[in-house]
């Protein structure tokens, strides 16, 4: 990974936290069996992760990720919920510290969009999943986004987004190539497919609001605009008012797509 564009304020991680196996992996559940060793590569606060636990149990979760900071709550999240079958480790996915054939199941979720390299990082979870199990990973796409309606002040802020993340070395449209890396990675048994998010509700849309309309004033990403030219700190304010009034909108929906690999090792 080289810059983890969102950062990990509390807009980002309310994100992270809503994610479970049910709303974000739910492709991979067939592939999900008592005993199974799994690798969850990017766990973030680990609210995937701790239902991958209870798939897999009397099997074990090893949960990893390149923020040493975000693990420390996730364990602490596993240890309140009484989940003891869960490791936690600071990993990067372009060089995993674990032996050849080491689990069943290795899976990412958002994490190919930011990676420096996005076919090492299959590689590497290639590398270490045992013959016959799965590599499975699920990442947005977000030139598929789409909203309604479009309030004026809310529409630059994709482009922002865009301009970010690719200057830190991430593919923000990640959902529509995962098919293309897995195949330049060396798999040959690959199912692909697609699953929707989307936020209609009034409780809903003022959540997705605060997060995403909440980063473009308040994360990571809302400094590296500034500071990369990309953005002013007007042009943010202005960005999350539009993100609010479309909240606002009686018939405000947002969809989120998204790309899922599952590949045979």
């Avoid at 990082?121 to 799965?134: F, I, K, S, Y």
């Avoid at 809903?204 to 953005?231: F, K, L, N, T, Y």
């Avoid at 007007?234 to 999350?240: K, Q």
Wanted: overall charge negative; hydrophobic content about 45%; some cysteine.
């Amino acid at each position: 990974m080289n810059v983890y564009t969102h950062g990990h304020h509390r807009t980002v991680l309310s994100s992270h936290r809503w994610r479970t196996v049910e709303n974000s992996a739910a492709y991979l559940i067939p592939h999900l069996r008592p005993g199974a060793a799994v690798l969850d590569v990017g766990c973030g606060p680990g609210t995937i992760t701790a239902g991958l636990a209870g798939r897999v149990a009397p099997g074990g979760v090893t949960a990893v990720d390149a923020a040493e900071g975000v693990l420390a709550e996730a364990a602490r999240a596993a240890a309140e919920q009484g989940v003891q079958n869960v490791r936690f480790a600071v990993a990067d996915v372009h060089a995993l510290e674990y032996p050849d054939d080491s689990f069943d199941v290795v899976h990412a979720h958002q994490v190919l969009q930011h990676v420096a390299d996005p076919v090492q990082a299959l590689r590497e979870m290639r590398r270490v999943c045992r013959p016959g199990g799965v590599v499975a990973a699920r990442d947005a796409d977000y030139g598929g986004m789409f909203w309604h309606p479009a309030p004026a002040a809310m529409a630059p802020w994709r482009d922002i987004y865009y301009k970010v993340a690719r200057g830190n070395g991430g593919e923000p449209d990640a959902g529509r190539r995962l098919l293309g890396w897995a195949r330049q990675a060396g798999f040959t048994d690959i199912a692909s497919s697609a699953d929707i998010w989307s936020y209609a509700t009034p409780e809903e849309r003022e959540w997705w609001s605060e997060s995403w309309g909440g980063r473009m004033i308040h994360s990571a990403m809302a400094d590296q605009a500034v500071a990369g030219g990309h953005a002013t700190r007007a042009e943010l304010e202005s960005a999350y008012a539009g993100w609010k009034e479309w909240a606002a909108a009686e018939d405000g929906w947002f969809a989120v797509p998204h790309g899922e690999i599952v590949c045979r090792a």
